[in-house]
T-cell receptor, first 111, second 114 residues
Framework: RKEVEQDPGPFNVPEGATVAFNCTYS??????FFWYRQDCRKEPKLLMS???SGNEDGRFTAQLNRASQYISLLIRDSKLSDSATYLC????????????FGTGTSLTVIP | DVKVTQSSRYLVKRTGEKVFLECVQD?????MFWYRQDPGLGLRLIYF???????EKGDIPEGYSVSREKKERFSLILESASTNQTSMYLC?????????????FGPGTRLTVL
């Protein structure tokens, strides 16, 4: 079973729409969680960390559900510039802080 | 400004050649990583290093080796390149025990092995 699983999409949404991505992780020892964003032919960059209490950064909201072992990313009022691949990342401390990446969810925001 | 650089953006090599991929970071980070990224498989960790001269195998080390002689430089070596090593290679670095654990990535090297 993969360490981290994401729906690859693609998600094609109109500008202004709200879109949500989920990501599940298999190991309950996972302790840190992130969303990274990767633009086409570019490197991944940190979008936001995911905290147990949930956190918001502008139009982006990240949530963690430890009981069900999933994290989510909600994007409100989608912009054309949000088009990218969103990577879910999980860190397990007992593997020396190794990052485990999901395969990514592709989002295209359509005018 | 945080910076991770990789020696080449695009590289074409022949089967059996020895290939060196270089990565340099200017942030004084202890941790450095090499990943490969393939469609449908995501980023997979090849090797990582927590300090100079130290290296640890990731999930897919077979066919690769690494070298970390200086803190800022982490090299990935393909001793005898094969066609199944055609991929995008991404280097990353992070602070040891950094608060955010953020990894900073280089722009990637797209390697084609013919």
């Amino acid at each position: 079973r993969k360490e981290v699983e994401q729906d690859p999409g693609p998600f094609n949404v109109p500008e202004g729409a709200t879109v949500a991505f989920n990501c599940t992780y298999s190991n309950s020892a996972s302790q840190s969680f992130f969303w990274y964003r990767q633009d086409c032919r570019k490197e991944p960059k940190l979008l936001m960390s995911v905290y147990s209490s949930g956190n918001e950064d502008g139009r982006f909201t990240a949530q963690l559900n430890r009981a069900s072992q999933y994290i989510s990313l909600l994007i409100r009022d989608s912009k054309l510039s949000d088009s990218a691949t969103y990577l879910c990342v999980v860190i397990r401390m007992n593997t020396g802080n190794q990052f485990y990446f999901g395969t990514g969810t592709s989002l295209t925001v359509i005018p | 400004d945080v910076k991770v650089t990789q020696s080449s953006r695009y590289l074409v090599k022949r089967t059996g050649e020895k290939v060196f991929l270089e990565c340099v970071q200017d942030m004084d980070h202890e941790n450095m990583f090499w990943y490969r990224q393939d469609p449908g498989l995501g980023l997979r960790l090849i090797y990582f290093s927590y300090d100079v001269k130290m290296k640890e195998k990731g999930d897919i080390p077979e066919g690769y080796s690494v070298s970390r002689e200086k803190k800022e430089r982490f090299s990935l070596i393909l001793e005898s390149a094969s066609t199944n090593q055609t991929s995008m290679y991404l280097c990353a670095s992070s602070l040891l025990g950094g608060k955010s654990d953020e990894q900073f990535f280089g722009p990637g090297t797209r390697l084609t092995v013919l």
